[in-house]
């Protein structure tokens, strides 16, 4: 069963990526993608803030401070998704060096302020329970 997941997971994810035969884009995030470029006017790439750097962020902070570390690669290859888009941000060559850069840190304060707010909110939860 996992490993359909996995499977259905990574077919959305290069669905997406393409620009030939990619997957529809939910309207949801139209709307969220629309949202971002009036707040910010250069908008972060929403898999790198909402996804790639919050799990990356929240690995590094449980890789730092919790003693059981076996999820860890899993949360690690999930935040190199982040990583990953930052590469493709800077090799699209039509697009000026500055509007990659502020895309970039915007992707990496969103991700890192979500990501930490993750980490704490899953430490006082643990703890709420009892194995904090």
């Known amino acids: 069963m996992l490993f359909v997941f996995v499977i259905l997971i990574g ?11 990619g997957l529809p884009v939910p309207q949801i995030e139209e709307d969220l ?4 470029e009036k707040v910010f006017l250069i908008r972060p790439r ?8 919050p799990v990356l962020f929240l690995a590094l902070f449980l890789g730092a ?8 690669p899993y949360l690690l290859a999930i935040g190199s998704i982040g990583v990953t888009s930052v590469l493709n941000t800077f090799s ?3 697009t000026p060096f500055m509007v990659s850069l502020i895309r ?9 302020l979500i990501g930490t707010l993750l980490y704490l909110l899953l430490k006082l939860t643990s703890r709420k329970i009892g194995h904090g």
């Open 92 to 94: 699209h060559a039509h």
């Open 65 to 72: 401070f919790s003693a059981s570390i076996w999820y860890l």
């Open 11 to 21: 077919f959305i994810y290069i669905g997406r990526t393409g620009h030939d035969w």
């Open 33 to 36: 993608r629309v949202y971002l």
């Open 104 to 112: 970039t840190f915007w992707g990496l304060l969103i991700g890192g």
């Open 46 to 53: 929403l898999k790198e803030a909402f996804i790639g750097h």
